[in-house]
C-alpha cells in the first residue's frame, strides 16, 4: 500500500511554523541561485544581443578586443574590396570602418570615474545596425565635433546627456542625439564620427572593419580569403561571436562566484531541511510503529518521509524563483574584463533558468531528506509502538 498524498501534506500543515522557516532557508539558497543565473544569461544576452549574424568583424590578428586593434587605411581598402560583400542601395559595398577609443567619464552623483567607449562609426556602420534607433535630437554630422550617446550612457555619466558637451581628444564634442540600441552593449557607448576621431586621437588607423555578407554562407570563405591574404594581418569573426567572446571573462567570474555562493549556502539550507525531518522522524515514531502494524512497508515510509521533504523544497524553490523573477526590473553595470569599459545589463529569467533552478531545490530536498526518511523506514514496528 502506498500512503496518501493527503497524508503527507497535513504532516506539513501541522508543522506550519518549522515548515515555513526551512521553506524560508531553502528560498534564499534557491534566490541566490537563479539571481546569479539570471545575471549570467543577462549579460550574454545583451552582448550577443550587440551582433548581426550577417555583420562581420575584421580586427588585427591576435588582438582580443576592438581598442587593442588597428586596420591601417590600405588594409581596409583591401578588406573593402572583397566579393562576399553585400552592396547597398546606393551600389556602394556595406562596410563601416571604424575608430574605437575608452575615456574616462565621471558618473552623475558621484562624480566616480569610468571608462565608457568612443565610437567611431560612418552613416554605413549606422544602417548595419538595425537594432539601433535615434530616440531623441539628430543624427552628428560627419566631419562635426559631435556625437550620440546610448540610453544608458545618458542616464549614468555627467555631460553624455543630449545638448550638453563632452571634452575628450583635445575637442570640445556636443552631445545632438540620444539612440537606444534595445538593451545591446552598443547602450553602452558614444557614438561619433570616425574621421573626426581618428584626428582628434591622432590615430593613422581604423580600430576594426564592419563588413555586411551578401549571403550569410560566404563567411567562410570571406574569412579564409582575408587571413590568408598576405598583405593583411588580420582576423575575422562573425558579429555575434565577436561580441560573445567579449563577455566570456566576466561570465566565467559570475559564473564561479555563484557557484561558490550557492554550494556554501546549499549546505546550509540542507542541514537545515535535515534536522526538520530528523525532529519529524522523532516526534512521529509512534505514528511510524501504526503505519508499519497497518501494513505499510518499509519503501512506503521511506518514499512518504522523501516526499514531504522534496514537497518542502519544491515550496522553497518556488518562492526563491518568485522573488528572483522581480529582479528582472533592476539593470546593473559593472566592468568588462574584456574591455575595461562600462557596460550596463540586466537580469534575464529563462525558461531553462526557471527548470535548473527547480531541479537544484529539488536536489537540495532531497539530500536533506534521505537520511532522516531511511531513519524512519528502518524503525522496527515493537521499537516503535514500545517508544509510542
Not at 590578428?61 to 591601417?72: C, K, N, W
Not at 552623483?109 to 549606422?126: D, E, M
Not at 562566484?257 to 556554501?264: R, W, Y
Not at 508499519?292 to 522534496?310: H, P
Request: hydrophobic share 50%.
Amino acid at each position: 500500500m502506498k500512503i496518501p498524498f493527503s497524508y503527507i501534506f497535513r504532516n506539513l500543515w501541522t508543522r506550519r511554523l518549522t515548515t515555513a522557516l526551512t521553506a524560508a532557508g531553502l528560498a534564499l539558497v534557491v534566490f541566490v541561485f537563479a539571481t546569479v543565473l539570471m545575471l549570467d544569461e543577462g549579460l550574454r544576452t545583451t552582448l550577443v544581443a550587440t551582433g548581426e549574424q550577417d555583420n562581420v568583424v575584421v580586427i588585427r590578428r591576435s588582438a582580443e578586443t576592438e581598442v587593442q586593434s588597428g586596420v591601417d587605411r590600405r588594409q581596409a581598402a583591401i578588406i573593402a574590396s572583397h566579393p562576399a560583400i553585400a552592396m547597398g542601395s546606393d551600389g556602394q559595398p556595406l562596410v563601416s570602418k571604424e575608430t574605437v577609443v575608452l575615456i574616462s567619464l565621471h558618473k552623475r552623483g558621484s562624480a566616480k570615474p569610468s571608462n565608457v567607449v568612443i565610437r567611431g562609426i560612418t552613416p554605413t556602420g549606422l544602417a548595419m545596425r538595425q537594432q539601433v534607433k535615434l530616440t531623441a535630437g539628430r543624427m552628428f554630422r560627419p566631419g562635426a565635433s559631435e556625437v550620440i550617446a546610448g540610453a544608458s550612457i545618458a542616464r549614468r555619466f555627467e555631460g553624455a546627456g543630449i545638448g550638453e558637451t563632452l571634452r575628450f581628444g583635445q575637442r570640445e564634442w556636443t552631445v545632438v542625439g540620444l539612440y537606444d540600441a534595445d538593451n545591446s552593449g552598443f547602450d553602452s557607448e558614444i557614438w561619433g564620427d570616425s574621421e573626426q576621431l581618428l584626428q582628434a586621437f591622432r590615430r593613422l588607423a581604423y580600430s576594426s572593419v564592419i563588413v555586411r555578407l551578401a549571403d550569410g554562407k560566404q563567411f567562410d570563405t570571406l574569412r579564409r580569403d582575408l587571413e590568408s591574404d598576405q598583405r593583411l594581418t588580420v582576423q575575422a569573426k562573425r558579429e555575434r561571436v565577436f561580441y560573445a567572446d567579449q563577455s566570456k571573462a566576466l561570465s566565467n567570474f559570475i559564473s564561479y562566484l555563484g557557484l561558490v555562493l550557492s554550494i556554501v549556502f546549499s549546505l546550509g539550507a540542507t542541514i537545515g531541511a535535515t534536522i526538520t525531518m530528523y525532529a519529524s522522524v522523532a516526534n512521529r515514531v509512534g505514528e511510524i510503529g501504526t503505519l508499519r502494524a497497518l501494513g505499510f512497508q518499509r519503501r512506503s515510509i521511506l518514499a512518504a518521509f522523501l516526499a514531504e521533504a522534496m514537497l518542502l523544497a519544491l515550496v522553497g524553490g518556488a518562492v526563491g524563483l518568485g522573488c528572483a523573477s522581480f529582479m528582472q526590473f533592476l539593470s546593473f553595470s559593472t566592468t568588462n574584463f574584456q574591455s575595461f569599459s562600462e557596460l550596463a545589463f540586466g537580469f534575464k529569467l529563462s525558461p531553462a533558468i526557471a527548470v535548473k533552478t527547480m531541479l537544484f531545490a529539488l536536489a537540495m530536498g532531497f539530500v536533506g531528506g534521505f537520511l532522516p526518511a531511511f531513519r524512519a523506514a528502518r524503525l522496527q514496528i515493537v521499537d516503535a509502538l514500545r517508544a509510542a
